[in-house]
C-alpha cells in the first residue's frame, strides 16, 4: 500500500473513479489547468480531458444547477466547492432541488452528485474559509454527509460517495490535508457509508468526533489516565447508530467534541441520541466540546475557538470528579 496524505489520497481517489467510469466528472473552480487551490485535482485535466475536468465560472449556485442538469443527462458530476463557507450560496439549490427530486420523481430519477469541499479551522485562514457547515447539509432530508480522518477513509468515502445513486457531501478537514498521512490501498478501494471507526478501543469514556477533531482526541486520550474509546464517526448520514450505543453501553461516560458552533451543532443530535436510547447506560451526563456561537474569529484568536487538547482533557476529568 502507498503511504499518502489525506490530500494525495483524495486525488487517487479522483484518478480512479473517473478511470473506472466514464461517466464520472470533475467540475469546480480552478479544479483544472490549476489542479485545485489544494491540488486535490491535479492531474485530472492532462489524464481525462477538458470534458470531464472542467473549470467553471466564481458560481458556486451555477456550479449544482449545471450539476442537476448532467445528472439528468447520465453524468456523475463530483462538484468543488472551493472552501467551507464559499458552498452557502449552492444551499438553494440542495434543499429546494437536490434533495427533493428522488422523491418528486417517485424513485424515477436519481442524482448521484458528489460535492466535496475543504471545512473546519486552524490554518490561520481568512473569514470564510474556516467554516463548519456540516449540520446544514446533515438537516436537509435526501442528503449523505461524511467526513475523512485519515487519509484511507478520504479515498474509500469519497468512492462511495461517487457510485452513491444519492447526493453526497463530502466535507474534507483541511486542518489534515497534509499531516495525516497513512496507508492508503491501492486501486479500487471503497469504506462504505454509515459505518463509523473505532479509532481506539477504551472501556471508562467514550470520545466520539469526526474530522480533524479525532487526532484531538486521540491526543487527549494519550494524556488522560482513564481508558478512552475513540469513535471516529466518518458518516454522519447514514449515522452508524449501533457503534455509538454499543460504545456508550461499554463505557458510560461520553464527551462528544466538534469544531462547529455549539447551538444545534451535529453534537446536539448525538446527545439526543444517546439520552433516548442509551440513559440507563450513563453514568453521567454528555459533555460536548465544541466551537463557540459566534463567526469564526481572525486567526490571531483561533486557537482559543478550536476544541483543545486541554479542552477535552478538562470535559473528561469533570466526569470523573
Known amino acids: 500500500m502507498a503511504e499518502l496524505t489525506l490530500v494525495e489520497a483524495v486525488n487517487d481517489a479522483l484518478h480512479v473513479e473517473l478511470e473506472r467510469d466514464r461517466d464520472v466528472m470533475v467540475m469546480g473552480e480552478d479544479v483544472g489547468r490549476a489542479g485545485g487551490v489544494f491540488r486535490a485535482t491535479a492531474g485530472l485535466l492532462e489524464r481525462f480531458g477538458a470534458n470531464r475536468c472542467v473549470d467553471t465560472p466564481l458560481a458556486e449556485a451555477g456550479i449544482l444547477g449545471t450539476a442537476v442538469g448532467l445528472c439528468m443527462a447520465g453524468w456523475r458530476p463530483v462538484c468543488e466547492m472551493q472552501y467551507d463557507a464559499f458552498s452557502y450560496p449552492c444551499l438553494d ?7 427533493r427530486y428522488r422523491w418528486r420523481s417517485g424513485g424515477q430519477m436519481t442524482f448521484p452528485i458528489t460535492i466535496r469541499m475543504p471545512y473546519g479551522g486552524g490554518v490561520r485562514a481568512p473569514e470564510l474559509h474556516d467554516d463548519s457547515p456540516e449540520t446544514y447539509y446533515v438537516h436537509t432530508p435526501g442528503i449523505k454527509v461524511a467526513i475523512p480522518s485519515t487519509p484511507a477513509d478520504a479515498k474509500g468515502l469519497l468512492a462511495a460517495a461517487i457510485r452513491d445513486p444519492d447526493p453526497v457531501v463530502i466535507f474534507e478537514p483541511k486542518l489534515v490535508y497534509r499531516t495525516a498521512r497513512g496507508e492508503v490501498p491501492e486501486g479500487d478501494y471503497v469504506v462504505p457509508l454509515g459505518k463509523a471507526r473505532i479509532a481506539r478501543e477504551g472501556t471508562d469514556v467514550t470520545l466520539i468526533a469526526y474530522g480533524a477533531m479525532v487526532g484531538v482526541c486521540e491526543r487527549a486520550a494519550d494524556e488522560l ?13 447514514p449515522l452508524d ?20 458552533p455549539r447551538t444545534v451543532g451535529f453534537g446536539a443530535e448525538l446527545a439526543a441520541i444517546i439520552a433516548e436510547k442509551a440513559i440507563f447506560d450513563l453514568r453521567g451526563p454528555v459533555l460536548r466540546v465544541t466551537g463557540f456561537d459566534v463567526p469564526y474569529p481572525y486567526w490571531t484568536i483561533e486557537d482559543a475557538y478550536m476544541p483543545s487538547v486541554a479542552r477535552v482533557t478538562a470535559a473528561v476529568r469533570s466526569l470523573f470528579a
Request: net charge negative.
Open 241 to 260: 447508530e449501533d457503534a455509538i450505543l454499543a460504545s456508550v453501553a461499554k463505557t458510560g461516560h461520553v464527551v462528544i467534541v466538534h469544531e462547529a
Open 93 to 99: 439549490q440542495l434543499i429546494t432541488h437536490v434533495g
Open 225 to 237: 489516565d482513564v481508558s478512552c474509546e475513540v469513535i471516529d464517526i466518518r458518516s454522519l448520514r
